[in-house]
């Protein structure tokens, strides 16, 4: 498994590469009205208006506005191309290059479906995110409906 390893107030934490499109620098997000609150609004790339989440927000740390040295990680879900709010990427991982893979999340505490794993590194852990899970189903519902307004 590769994944893609990158910074949220100082966490590491990693989705894998074959969720990621690209990564751009940070722009300008235009407000979505009605979106969950964990969207921050949404963006224009290549011509795609994609939603922008806070993964701040949903992990309840301290917010902060989004600088010119933040990055946006475009990835993908079954649904649509997301844009994730992000202090920076930090690299692609090789299985080998893991100290250890695939603890489970639900071992360390219960209720963290919104994990794939977690990741031993030679410097500390970082969660592997599933983006499939990311949002609730309401939230899921509600974004459809905002970005359906905003079209």
Known sequence: M??????LNGQRHALPLAAVDHVVAAVEVTPLPGAP?????????GGRILPVFDMRRRFRLPERPIGPADQFLIARTAR???????????????DEQCAGLDIDPA?????LEQFLGVVRL???????????KFLSLDEA???DEAMERAR
């Open 37 to 45: 609150a964990i969207v921050l609004g949404a963006i224009d790339v």
């Open 80 to 94: 649509q191309a997301v844009a994730l709010a992000i202090d920076e990427v930090r690299g692609v991982i090789e």
């Open 107 to 111: 071992g360390i505490v219960p209720g």
């Open 122 to 132: 030679d410097d500390g852990l970082a969660l592997i995110h599933d983006l499939e």
């Open 2 to 7: 590769q994944l893609v390893v990158f910074l």
């Open 141 to 143: 519902r509600t974004l």
